[in-house]
């Protein structure tokens, strides 16, 4: 178990190795669930993709042309965060 000190301002500081179990680099979200029981979840925060984001995301990054149905498996893969 890791202990962690409050601050007089009420922060905290997650030490580098839960950093890393979590999958979190600076300068990235964390997200807080508060439970019932006086317990939090705490998880790494998704960023939400945009279509904007997705259009081009390949461009010039390889020369093989994709079929309709393999890109709608992509799209469908990556919406769904299989990627």
Request: aromatic share 4%.
């Amino acid at each position: 178990m890791t202990t962690l000190t409050v601050t007089a301002r009420g922060q905290v500081t997650f030490r580098k190795d839960v950093l890393r179990h979590l999958g979190i680099e600076p300068g990235e979200k964390i997200e807080l669930d508060m439970l019932p029981d006086g317990r939090v979840a705490l998880r790494a925060a998704k960023p939400l993709g945009t279509i904007d984001g997705f259009i081009g995301l390949l461009a010039g990054k390889t020369k093989k042309v994709a079929t309709i149905e393999e890109i709608e498996e992509a799209a469908a893969a990556g919406w769904a965060g299989e990627a």
